[in-house]
């Protein structure tokens, strides 16, 4: 599935990230991938998790004194791929993204569109089953963020699961993916493809609390 989680800065996307990384424990309920509730799986079974997914931040946190091709090929390398596989791998990825003249280029000369480019390909380099994207397009102009999500949503149906977080409603039309809506930490709506009708709705959404019951 393809999931746009959608809604302004400070409404708690990244937090939902971070709790289906696994890098934050939910305060209550439960957060499964698979059926296993990542607060109890072991830490070797967490890591084994990781490795099967990909994470885009906005910024893309590229290494600045690494090249195009060194900063995609960090992770095989930390994950020991095969010398073989590796190079085949990052040849497939540089073609894919169009950054075979940029290979050697380093982060600081690259524009906005290249460097997520080099973000989106060193995520998904070990072909996660998960790809989060974390505000992934918010340094991009339409024309850049319409060709990522081309990219990703190829992806999507090559069987890779995405979770793409936003604040800009223009892109929800580019994206005709599952939108969940939130406000000030609460879901507040979820369509599927294609019927996102209610942002209005949402924007006026509030957020009412019970009082708490006498004892």
Excluded at 40 to 54: I, N
Excluded at 129 to 156: C, S
């Amino acid at each position: 599935e393809f999931v746009c989680l959608y809604g302004d800065g400070g409404c708690g996307k990244t937090t939902v990230i971070s709790l289906m990384l696994g890098d934050e424990k939910p305060t209550s309920g439960t957060v499964e991938v698979d059926g296993a509730d990542l607060a109890r799986v072991p830490k070797d079974a967490l890591q084994m998790y990781r490795r099967r997914v990909g994470v885009i931040f906005e910024d893309g946190k590229l290494l600045p004194h690494a090249t195009v091709y060194e900063n995609i090929a960090l992770p095989l390398e930390i994950w020991g791929a095969p010398e073989g596989w590796l190079k085949s791998r990052l040849e497939e990825l540089l073609d894919l993204l169009n950054l075979q003249e940029k290979r050697d280029a380093f982060p600081e000369v690259l524009s906005a569109g290249e460097r997520a480019k080099v973000a989106l390909a060193r995520a998904i380099a070990a072909k996660p089953l998960i790809l989060f994207a974390d505000e992934a397009t918010g340094n991009l102009d339409i024309t850049e963020a319409a060709n990522f999500i081309r990219i990703m949503q190829d992806l999507q149906k090559s069987g890779t699961t995405i979770v793409f977080t936003t604040h800009d409603a223009a892109l929800l039309e580019l994206l005709n993916a599952r939108v969940i809506g939130m406000k000030d930490g609460v879901i507040v709506l979820d369509e599927k493809a294609g019927t996102v009708s209610n942002l209005k709705q949402m924007e006026k959404h509030e957020i009412f609390t019970e009082r708490p019951m006498e004892e």
